[in-house]
């Protein structure tokens, strides 16, 4: 049993296999949270909660004479608004009466099998008993307003996820202008903030940071997860490291405007508040009426932060990526965007295709610039027809070529968009988000389309339906390539305009859902301009996300890296492209760019055909190496070997397979040594009683000697030189 409730006391543990969740309804009904960390057994810990007498902190109406009792000073499971809790609260609202308070007391709590889902939403799921559910009701007894918490208590996987329902139980609506998903009180600290900032081109940089009494917020604006900020946050413990101390993960299901607050309060307790951002939101509960809040994802470890990323990998894999693609090779792919953006016919791809398929790659993909009247990004999104004129052929001839030569046929669509000079844009200029009386701002010469409406949503849906279904697909790149402006819908009323992008991500969503639901064979890979939309939510749909625009294998270290302490390298699509690079004209070799991009799926993105001979034979070990590399990304564990943002000089990796029978080092040099130092990296994680073959060297060494003496590499000069080193446990000396 993962989850104790014992009504007596009110106190309820969660338990999973390493870590306990503690909370407790008092008396008054208010949910206490008491702890949040390594396993406690059965303990009771309601004699570490802290009371005093603090100044300015009200006492709760029924409350009077206790001053040492607070909603301002208590550690709480999901706050109220206007009753005396002045840290950063979890509801903001308006009651029929404008009255904006909500005192949030305990109803009730069951804990049920399996695993709660969310309407409308992406959650975790649990195919089999690996779940179980607590409910945990409270209600604001005056406007009749329900917030059912939801835990979803993964034993085995040391998750705890976690969720809101809000309910109008009353008789008048209710206006939501704030509703988080899931506040964690943390009692004690001191605590650090990772968080993942970045920009188009360099997504996902780690930063750490100290909490301090100041809110500090993550968040986005932009009706996408965004390339700024990623719905990921990490408190870690002082002088956490990856290989020891405590750290604790909050990382939300959710692609749309999101924000993570954190608060380090008057009692130094530190309080973390995450769910959709309240910027220009604003939700109406007419009586009856529901609103989820979505799920964020809760992982504790004392092991450091690389136990942490761990945990997530394993989890998002096993009960986030739901495509029967998550635990399969995917294939390696040929993307002609960067061989030729939209300049292109059929007999240039058929070309690319050719000379891809004969060193060894599966599947070619094409990119943007075959639909419509699309000669450049200002026009056609929308016009979803196949350009014969352009291709010089029909669909079906482009598509039966490519699966005649051998390889899979993968298609980019922009779903969510449309340009104004295109024919649905004339039959539909309402269709896009526009504010009547305003000329909107674009972004790529294109708007996006309001995806809060169902008609339109139903009309993308047959359309990709029929796409899907009349042509041999094997592969969808979705991408959205702005952000959102002129946030408001032709169909909702004035004061419901603040549920337009909450109501977007709801079409969006289920959009996703009923095509993937409809073509389980297809894989999805999402895509916002490369890692704009690079979260748990989409990961629900696509089983992988291409992680940046930025293809420069140097830079890519760098965003993979801060990647990879949330999201699994499977994850991760990652190309080899052109050197020079487009992005950078940083020219590196095509080792270390392959190097690089085998730390993700797989696949090129270049004009195979410009490669000199010897550099097409390396092609071919290239894909033969990740053929042989690829469970270990899909299955086994990734260690950040260094720091790719503070070392300058060499970035070390480890891929090691779950038996621990099989590790990959990777390691890159960035800035090479005159009268060099030694590259010298310690390894993690392999069985230190057995013995290793390093591929280097080809010597043998323990497990024990290569996790701590480590391995010394030969002096690697030049530009940006990388090796590879397998590690393959042997029975002999
Ligand atoms: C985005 C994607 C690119 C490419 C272009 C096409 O920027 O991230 O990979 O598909 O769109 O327009």
Redesign the pocket.
């Given at each position: 049993m993962s989850i104790r409730i014992d009504h007596e006391t009110g106190l309820i543990t969660l338990h999973t296999l390493h870590t306990s969740y503690q909370m407790w309804a008092d008396g008054q009904g208010v949910v206490h949270h008491l702890y949040y960390g390594p396993a406690i057994g059965g303990s009771d810990l309601r004699g570490l909660e802290f009371y005093s007498d603090c100044g300015f902190s009200p006492q709760p109406a029924g409350m009077d004479r206790q001053r040492d009792y607070s909603l301002d000073t208590l550690c709480q499971e999901y706050t109220g608004s206007g009753v005396g809790d002045y840290r950063i609260g979890c509801l903001r609202l308006a009651g029929p009466d404008g009255s904006r308070a909500a005192d949030l007391r305990f109803v009730s709590a069951e804990a049920v099998p399996g695993k709660y889902t969310l309407p409308g939403l992406p959650a975790a799921c649990a195919e089999d008993d690996t779940c179980e559910t607590l409910r945990l009701k409270l209600r604001d007894a005056v406007h009749g307003l329900t917030v059912t918490l939801l835990y979803g208590v993964f034993a085995r996987a040391d998750v705890i996820t976690r969720a809101a329902l809000l309910e109008n139980e009353g008789n008048g609506p209710i206006r939501l202008d704030k509703a988080a998903s899931a506040c964690l009180d943390l009692p004690f600290g001191p605590w650090e903030l990772i968080h993942f900032h970045g920009r188009h081109c360099m997504e996902r940089q780690p930063e750490r940071v100290p909490l301090s009494h100041n809110i500090q917020t993550l968040r986005s604006a932009r009706g996408a997860s965004s390339h700024q900020h990623n719905p990921f946050a990490i408190l870690a413990a002082p002088h956490t490291t990856e290989e020891a101390g405590e750290c604790l993960g909050a990382m939300l299901v959710w692609s749309g405007n999101f924000k993570i607050e954190c608060e380090v309060s008057q009692m130094q307790s530190t309080r973390l508040v995450a769910g959709v951002s309240d910027d220009d939101f604003s939700w109406t509960l007419e009586p009856g009426g529901q609103f989820a809040a979505p799920e964020v994802l809760f992982c504790y470890s004392d092991q450091g932060l690389s136990e942490l990323s761990a945990r997530y990998h394993r989890f998002l894999q096993r009960h986030i990526i739901r495509s029967p693609w998550r635990d399969k090779p995917r294939p390696v792919l040929i993307n002609n965007?960067e061989a030729t953006y939209m300049d292109f016919d059929a007999q240039r791809i058929w070309d690319i295709a050719r000379q891809a398929r004969d060193l060894g790659v599966e599947m070619l993909v094409l990119?943007?610039g075959w639909f419509g009247e699309r000669s450049d990004?200002s026009s056609g999104l929308g016009d979803w027809q196949f350009n014969e004129k352009k291709l010089g052929c029909t669909f079906d001839q482009l598509i039966g070529r490519v699966r005649e030569m051998g390889l899979l046929f993968g298609l980019?669509i922009e779903p969510e968009m449309v340009c104004t000079n295109t024919a649905l844009y004339a039959a539909h200029p309402d269709w896009a988000l526009t504010i009547p009386g305003r000329a909107p701002a674009t972004g790529r010469s294109q708007l996006v389309l309001d995806l809060g409406r169902p008609e339109v949503v139903d009309y993308l849906y047959s359309l990709f339906h029929r796409l899907l279904a009349e042509h041999d697909i094997a592969y969808i790149?979705w991408?959205m390539?702005r952000n959102l402006t002129d946030v408001y819908s032709r169909v909702l009323p004035p004061e419901r305009q603040g549920e337009a992008a909450y109501r977007y991500m709801l079409g969006l969503y289920s959009l996703l859902d009923r095509l993937t639901r409809d073509f389980p064979q297809v894989l999805f890979e999402g895509?916002a301009?490369?890692g704009g939309r690079f979260d748990a939510g989409m990961l629900c749909y696509c089983p992988q996300i291409?992680c940046s625009?930025d293809t420069d294998a140097i830079h890519r270290i760098k965003i993979q890296y801060g990647t990879s302490f949330g999201y699994p390298p499977c994850t991760m699509g990652s190309h080899v492209s052109a050197s020079p690079n487009h992005q950078t004209g940083r020219s590196t070799p095509l080792s270390t760019r392959a190097v690089v991009a085998m730390a993700g799926t797989f696949g090129y993105e270049l004009d195979l055909q410009k490669l000199t001979d010897a550099e097409k034979e390396m092609v071919k070990v290239q894909i033969a190496q990740y053929k042989q590399l690829q469970p270990l990304l899909l299955e086994g564990r990734c260690e950040r070997l260094t720091d790719a943002v503070t070392d300058t000089c060499f970035t070390a990796w480890q891929f090691t397979a779950p038996d621990r029978s099989r590790a990959a080092v990777s390691v890159v040099v960035i800035d090479p040594q005159a009268n060099p130092w030694p590259i010298h990296v310690r390894l993690r994680g392999l069985d230190p009683q057995a013995l290793y073959h390093e591929s280097l060297t080809e010597r043998v060494y323990t497990g024990a000697a290569l996790c701590h003496a480590g391995l010394t590499l030969p002096i690697l000069q030049g530009d940006f030189p990388a090796v590879q080193i397998m590690i393959e446990r042997t029975e002999s000396l």
């Open positions: 965007w990119d943007d990004d980019w790149k991408d390539n895509c301009g490369g291409w625009d």
